[in-house]
């Protein structure tokens, strides 16, 4: 029901903003707004002189607004950051990756050394020509003896090392066989006219000799001392044949027949095998 003490309804000047022209529906403002037109509306001294009520909704318009405007901008602030967050992080160096290094594969333990094979002692006794079955797979020392020969003496092997002894009558020496790597002896062969003993045992049964050393007839000594070259005499008219095992290879440091006296190539500390029928020495120098 229209109240007779309000203008009735029609556009009239803003109060709010005189420049644009605003609906009354007869109570109230209304949110209707345009501009102001010439012969348009009512003057404002035909508008509604009290405030409407719409004033309060007005204000709460206003708030919201201002709310609004604030979460807009906070919303607008939030999104420069996250930008600049990612320009700068587009522009920041890369995080290196971190790569987990590959453990080392444990060096290989070294192969153990083996425990050097020791030859046992062994005694062949025999009378005249004999062939006796052996086993000897490593480096050992042998030594043959017959007192009581008188006629040719001979001692052979199936090794490496095959004639050992070839000479008249007694005999008493010992000799270096095996010494080439993958030698072996399974075979004595013995010609004698009388008892005769053959003992087979270890190289490590040769002590070490520091210095010079001298004997008679066939021997095998173990010279202790570094060397290059040695002093060498014999005394005797048969074969004088003296090797050495101290280098890389063998070493034929004399071979000769009859007396010998002079200096020659030989390397120690090494096994040396003496040839011979009489008194001799090695001098290391």
Same mark, same amino acid.
């Given at each position: 029901?229209?109240?007779?003490?309000?203008?009735?309804?029609?556009?009239?000047?803003?109060?709010?903003?005189?420049?644009?022209?605003?609906?009354?529906?007869?109570?109230?403002?209304?949110?209707?707004?345009?501009?102001?037109?010439?012969?348009?509306?009512?003057?404002? &001294? *035909?508008?509604?002189?009290?405030?409407?009520?719409?004033? $309060?909704?007005?204000?709460?318009?206003?708030?919201?607004?201002?709310?609004?405007?604030?979460?807009? /901008?906070?919303?607008?602030?939030?999104?420069?950051? &996250?930008?600049?967050?990612?320009?700068?992080?587009?522009?920041?160096?890369?995080?290196?990756?971190?790569?987990?290094?590959?453990?080392?594969?444990?060096?290989?333990?070294?192969?153990?050394?083996?425990?050097?094979?020791?030859?046992?002692?062994?005694?062949?006794?025999?009378?005249?020509?004999?062939?006796?079955?052996?086993?000897?797979?490593?480096?050992?020392?042998?030594?043959?003896?017959?007192?009581?020969?008188?006629?040719?003496?001979?001692?052979?092997?199936?090794?490496?090392?095959?004639?050992?002894?070839?000479? /008249?009558?007694?005999?008493?020496?010992?000799?270096?066989?095996?010494?080439?790597?993958?030698?072996?002896?399974?075979?004595?062969?013995? $010609?004698? *006219?009388?008892?005769?003993?053959?003992?087979?045992?270890?190289?490590?049964?040769?002590?070490?000799?520091?210095?010079?050393?001298?004997?008679?007839? *066939?021997?095998?000594?173990?010279? &202790? *001392?570094?060397?290059?070259?040695?002093? /060498?005499?014999?005394?005797?008219?048969?074969?004088?044949?003296?090797?050495?095992?101290?280098?890389?290879?063998?070493?034929?440091?004399?071979?000769? /027949?009859?007396?010998?006296?002079?200096?020659?190539?030989?390397?120690?500390?090494?096994?040396?095998?003496?040839?011979?029928?009489?008194?001799?020495?090695?001098?290391?120098?």
């Amino acid at each position: 029901m229209t109240d007779p003490n309000q203008p009735p309804a029609n556009w009239y000047p803003d109060p709010e903003s005189p420049e644009q022209q605003r609906y009354w529906d007869g109570t109230q403002w209304t949110e209707h707004r345009s501009p102001l037109q010439e012969g348009g509306p009512p003057t404002q &001294a *035909d508008a509604p002189t009290a405030e409407p009520p719409k004033k $309060k909704r007005t204000a709460l318009w206003v708030t919201l607004s201002v709310v609004g405007g604030l979460v807009l /901008i906070v919303i607008i602030g939030a999104s420069i950051a &996250a930008a600049n967050r990612g320009s700068n992080a587009a522009k920041a160096e890369p995080t290196p990756s971190i790569v987990e290094e590959t453990p080392e594969a444990p060096e290989p333990s070294p192969e153990p050394v083996p425990e050097p094979v020791i030859v046992p002692t062994q005694t062949f006794p025999g009378t005249g020509d004999n062939v006796i079955p052996v086993s000897i797979l490593e480096p050992a020392i042998i030594k043959f003896e017959c007192a009581d020969c008188t006629s040719n003496t001979v001692l052979e092997t199936d090794g490496y090392d095959s004639l050992l002894v070839n000479t /008249i009558g007694a005999y008493s020496g010992n000799h270096l066989v095996n010494i080439t790597e993958g030698a072996i002896i399974t075979q004595f062969t013995v $010609k004698g *006219d009388g008892n005769w003993v053959i003992t087979v045992s270890d190289i490590s049964t040769v002590p070490a000799t520091a210095g010079g050393a001298t004997g008679h007839g *066939d021997t095998v000594v173990m010279l &202790a *001392d570094y060397f290059t070259s040695a002093a /060498i005499a014999n005394t005797g008219e048969s074969n004088f044949v003296v090797e050495g095992y101290g280098g890389t290879y063998p070493e034929l440091a004399v071979n000769t /027949i009859g007396s010998y006296q002079g200096t020659v190539e030989l390397t120690g500390p090494g096994f040396v095998q003496v040839t011979s029928e009489g008194d001799w020495s090695i001098t290391p120098q």
